[in-house]
C-alpha cells in the first residue's frame, strides 16, 4: 500500500469527535456519525492536554480533529 492512501477507519461522532464503532457514541449516546472526517488524535490524559481542553475532550480515547 502507497503513503497516503491508507484508507480511515471507523466512524466518527459528529457531537464530540470520538472515533466509534458500531450505531451510536458510547461517550455521548449520539447517532449523529460520519465517516467523512480528517486528523487523528489520541488523548491519554485530557486534564493535562491543551488540545483536550480546547477541543472540550473530558475522556480518554481516539478523536478526529475535523468532521464533517
Excluded at 8 to 33: P, Y
Excluded at 35 to 55: C, H, N, Q
Amino acid at each position: 500500500m502507497a503513503a497516503g492512501s491508507r484508507k480511515k477507519q471507523g466512524t466518527v461522532c459528529r457531537d464530540c469527535h470520538r472515533v466509534v464503532e458500531g450505531e451510536a457514541c458510547t461517550v455521548c449516546g449520539s447517532g449523529n456519525l460520519s465517516t467523512d472526517w480528517a486528523g487523528y488524535l489520541v488523548i491519554i490524559d485530557p486534564e493535562r492536554s491543551e488540545i483536550a481542553k480546547k477541543m472540550n475532550i473530558k475522556l480518554p480515547g481516539k478523536y478526529a480533529l475535523k468532521v464533517r
